[in-house]
């Protein structure tokens, strides 16, 4: 008060140019703790709260605000729910494997599912956060696997030297069709050994994941009676599979086809998966050093991979 005395002579405020400010010092800090504490509350949410303490704020007001403290509107992250049980295995598995050589993940057949969609449906949410905290933990949502009618299972094999058969299995109503252990099983007998002996050399490690129908007594079994070497494998870990990375490549070269019906699907994406260069099978394969110190470095949680 006694500068502004000094300079201008007065108490009061002069006029100044322009609109007056609609938030107070209050009303920002208000906005920002709504956002902080839950990172998926929408400006409308924000604004209906506080209106609810007689602050009558716009949308475009509330989002300028979360704007000036370096809060953008971004598109989560599917991450999968990882439990404080799957954490420490996944740090066990990385401080375990961090320092194999490259020889080690060549010989290494990785094997896995995914369901390739006739039509496309994202599910993608909003969330506020800051430029660099895509993969925080509580900036991502949980994903669950799941089929529906309109899809095909596809099993897949790859090495570092390629990808290997692409081998699908309807997703219907009739439970006989649907990929379960003796399906799996029929798979691996028919498939396994060829790619093996193609990408990998006599000598070969087969990498499962923990899926009921991976894990079942029938297919532990059935590994035993083959004398394959198989691959202990953290539960909640797609980040860490090359295979997984691979069957993003074959669903963004998928992006400019129009199958019509499930056939067409089918055809198109064996030749999405064929199409796969080596030097990308080889990069993501040899990236697994990465991926298992960034699982250090996140403690265990979902990384950005």
């Not at 709260?49 to 403290?69: A, C, F, M, P, Y």
């Not at 375990?96 to 039509?119: A, G, M, R, V, Y």
């Not at 498939?191 to 050399?201: C, K, M, V, Y």
Request: hydrophobic residues 30%.
């Amino acid at each position: 008060m006694r500068e502004k005395k000094e300079c201008t002579g007065e108490l009061s405020n002069i006029k100044r140019p322009g609109r007056p400010r609609k938030t107070t010092v209050v009303d920002d800090r208000r906005i920002l703790s709504m956002v902080k504490k839950n990172p998926f509350t929408t400006s409308s949410q924000v604004k209906d709260t506080l209106q609810e303490v007689g602050v009558s704020l716009s949308k475009s007001t509330i989002k300028r605000r979360l704007h000036k403290n370096k809060y953008r509107g971004f598109t989560t992250r599917c991450k999968p729910f990882i439990s404080i049980k799957n954490r420490k295995a996944r740090l066990d598995f990385a401080k375990k494997h961090l320092k194999k050589p490259d020889q080690f993940w060549k010989s290494i057949l990785w094997t896995d599912e995914t369901k390739i969609n006739l039509f496309q449906s994202d599910g993608k949410r909003r969330v506020w956060r800051r430029k660099g905290t895509a993969h925080d933990p509580k900036h991502t949502t949980s994903s669950v696997k799941h089929g529906d009618g309109s899809s095909v299972m596809a099993w897949a094999c790859m090495a570092a030297n390629g990808t290997g058969s692409l081998v699908f299995i309807d997703v219907t109503a009739d439970k006989s069709s649907r990929m379960n252990s003796e399906v799996f099983r029929s798979i691996l007998s028919a498939h396994i050994q060829p790619n093996a002996s193609e990408l990998t050399g006599r000598c070969f490690t087969v990498q499962v994941d923990n899926d009921p129908k991976h894990t079942a007594k029938a297919t532990k079994s059935f590994f035993k009676g083959k004398n394959w070497n198989v691959m202990q494998w953290p539960s909640q870990s797609p980040d860490l599979n090359p295979i997984e990375h691979a069957f993003h490549l074959l669903k963004t070269k998928l992006k400019g086809e129009s199958p019509k019906n499930k056939q067409e699907l089918k055809t198109v994406a064996e030749e999405a998966w064929q199409s796969i260069t080596r030097d990308e099978t080889q990069r993501l394969v040899m990236s697994m050093c990465s991926k298992l110190q960034a699982v250090n470095d996140c403690k265990g949680f979902a990384t950005k991979y």
